[in-house]
């Protein structure tokens, strides 16, 4: 590969890499043929067969016309055609137009084929047009209906037709609820196919997760088959009489890393000593550095797990990778690097320059070889992505609050999903957890702080309610040492904020978290949420409610561009919000809005110089043909 060729020209007087020549194609999330659990050749033909018609369709459905539509229009006609049932038929012709509304595409361009229809109804966000849940969720259910109408295979959303009476008396033994849900569908299709526990063989499994990646057209096939295949294992294991057939997880594809415990003990005892001095130096000796925070400690150990892992999947033995002094000698450095560059077409990044950083601190500092140290700084400079402001995909996600329609339902959401809630006489664990997500957008919209920083605000150190009479001050005060760039943050909660907050702890928080705790949006039993569960539940909400694809560090960049846009001079003041260190990095965040307001300008000049315009002439024209 023609990106790669970088690390030869930077070993044209170092060690040759020859491990990195040979690099093996296959992955440890690949298993091998004989390891795969998959059933032989002739049962996995017989398991690609035509399966019989789902027994919840009627006989006429099951009588499949000659030619099938290949589009949402001609469902549409075909319904329209049939002139019977004209009700339900009329309902589901309003849902395919529902569908083509939120899908933004014309019926005729959206195919029939249950995996492709499945991509884009995943895909699909309801709210930015106008759609409520719920609602979309019956169309996707009509829709359903439509295509099996007209004799497309679609494998039922759930166990709608029961189970059989042996599936069933199993099904009542699962250890939980959760399980039963869990494994209805599959039990469903194992009962629509006359399949008895006893007869249950790897090959039917296989052949379920066929049909559902190719007629579902309901939440991520590939996810949902790893999920059954978790509860049947685990029945497999909890209810007796259960069939003894292993559920075969199929591995993610973007997963590689190799289990630690999978490494010689020496490994995992040098990277633990590494991790632990870091953490926590000695300050008085000879070979001091500073120390890093815990959240980069475990940041570090997933990044030497993954380097690990991809030197020894570039062909190294693993009983030799005894030491943390092996994984940075220069040749098996570059093998580690050269594999992770090669996973991602040749394309650096700043985490792959982050993992060759990484291992020339452990050069330096752990293993003390300087010229390891000097030959990896190479590798770290080349793979280094001279990044200068806010990032493309960041940027891209801003584009879509450009729209005033979707920057109001932003700025609205708290206020409108916080009067829904109140409105419930008896809340709900599922209300409390909708004002949680409410108040934690309204807090990041009003006080944009980094995610660490909002999962870890404590009611005992971090808020701070000051009270004389009826009024009463909220406010937030981290201290310096919590901040990422060690700047203090203290800010004064307005009134509306302040409602929230107090509605929050006086009557929801107590529903979402029984235990009291001293976390502001406090987890399981009272202790901290999880930093990244609680990122991905906020951008869900947002999601769901408004259509928008958000990231909590996003809120820093909107805010920042909703006042340079009202005060365009004032930057200053963004840089205090953001508890920026110095001017010029919220200058190079920001610069591209100026080219914005000078395009704006610029098109407002051409506008007016078009209207000024006293004489069109026209294009193409034939001249006249002159007589004599």
């Known amino acids: 590969m023609e990106q790669l060729n970088f690390f030869d020209r930077l070993d044209a007087q170092g060690p040759a890499a020859e491990s990195a020549q040979s690099e093996p194609k296959r992955s440890c999330a690949q298993p091998a043929p004989a390891e795969s659990g998959l059933c032989p050749d002739s049962e996995f033909a017989s398991a690609l067969s035509p399966e019989p018609r789902p027994s919840h369709a009627s006989a006429e459905q099951r009588q499949a016309p000659s030619s099938k539509p290949e589009t949402l229009e001609e469902v549409w006609q075909t319904l329209k055609a049939r002139g019977r049932g004209a009700l339900r038929a009329g309902g589901m012709r309003s849902s395919i137009a529902t569908v083509a509304r939120v899908l933004d595409l014309p019926r005729a361009s959206i195919p029939t084929d249950p995996a492709r229809l499945g991509v884009l109804l995943r895909e699909a966000k309801p709210a930015t047009a106008l759609v409520k849940t719920k609602h979309w969720q019956a169309c996707c259910s009509r829709l359903r209906a439509a295509l099996v109408e007209c004799g497309i295979e679609v494998m039922p959303g759930r166990a709608t037709d029961g189970l059989s009476p042996e599936w069933h008396t199993l ?277 944009p702080m980094r995610i660490n920083n909002l999962a870890g605000l404590r009611l005992d150190g971090h808020l701070m309610k000051v009270k004389r009479g009826r009024e009463r001050v909220w406010r937030i005060v981290i201290p310096r040492g919590e901040i990422k760039n060690r700047q203090p943050f203290d800010v004064s909660l307005n009134p509306r904020t302040t409602d929230m907050l107090e509605t929050w702890l006086n009557r929801y928080r107590t529903i979402c978290s029984p235990e009291q705790g001293p976390y502001l949006f406090p987890g399981r039993g009272g202790a901290r949420r999880n930093t990244i569960a609680l990122s991905r539940a906020i951008s869900i909400f947002i999601q769901r409610e408004t259509g928008i694809t958000m990231n909590v560090h996003l809120f820093r960049h909107w805010c920042a561009k909703l006042h340079l846009e009202e005060h365009p001079q004032d930057i200053e003041t963004v840089r205090q919000v953001l508890a920026h260190t110095n001017t010029s990095t919220t200058l190079q965040n920001y610069a591209y809005l100026d080219n914005r307001r000078a395009f704006k300008s610029f098109d407002a000049t051409i506008e007016r110089l078009r209207s000024e315009a006293t004489r069109i002439v026209p294009l193409n024209r034939k001249p006249k043909r002159q007589t004599r």
Do not use: C
Not at 295 to 311: C, D, M, N
């Open 171 to 447: 099904a009542q033994r699962l250890p939980s609820r959760g399980a039963q849900i869990g494994l209805s569908r599959l039990l469903s299709y194992l009962s629509r196919h006359n399949i008895r526990p006893g007869d249950v063989r790897s090959h039917h499994l296989e052949k379920f997760r066929i049909a559902l990646v190719e007629s579902s057209v309901r939440g991520d096939p590939r996810q949902a088959f790893a999920n059954y295949m978790r509860y049947w294992n685990e029945a497999r294991t909890a209810t007796d009489d259960w069939p003894q057939v292993e559920g075969i997880v199929p591995a993610d594809p973007r997963r590689y890393s190799i289990p630690w415990e999978n490494f010689p003990a020496s490994f995992r005892d040098d990277v633990d000593q590494f991790l632990m001095n870091s953490g926590n130096p000695d300050i008085v000796s000879d070979d001091y550095h500073p120390s890093v925070a815990p959240s980069t400690v475990a940041l570090r150990r997933g990044q030497l797990r993954t380097l690990a892992s991809a030197l020894v999947l570039s062909g190294f033995d693993i009983q030799n990778l005894t030491s943390l002094a092996v994984l940075v000698e220069p040749s098996n450095a570059q093998s580690a690097l050269r594999f992770l560059l090669k996973r991602r077409d040749g394309n650096t990044g700043t985490s792959l320059a982050q993992r060759a950083i990484l291992l020339r601190i452990v050069a330096r500092y752990w293993v003390k070889n300087l010229a390891y140290a000097d030959k990896i700084s190479v590798y770290a400079r080349s793979l280094k992505v001279k990044q200068r402001g806010m990032t493309d995909k960041n940027r891209q996600l801003l584009q879509q609050l450009d729209i005033k329609a979707n920057r109001d339902a932003l700025l609205l959401l708290p206020r409108r999903v916080s009067i829904a809630v109140e409105a419930i006489k008896n809340p709900s664990a599922k209300d409390a957890l909708r004002s949680m997500m409410a108040l934690a957008v309204e807090v990041l919209t009003m006080a």
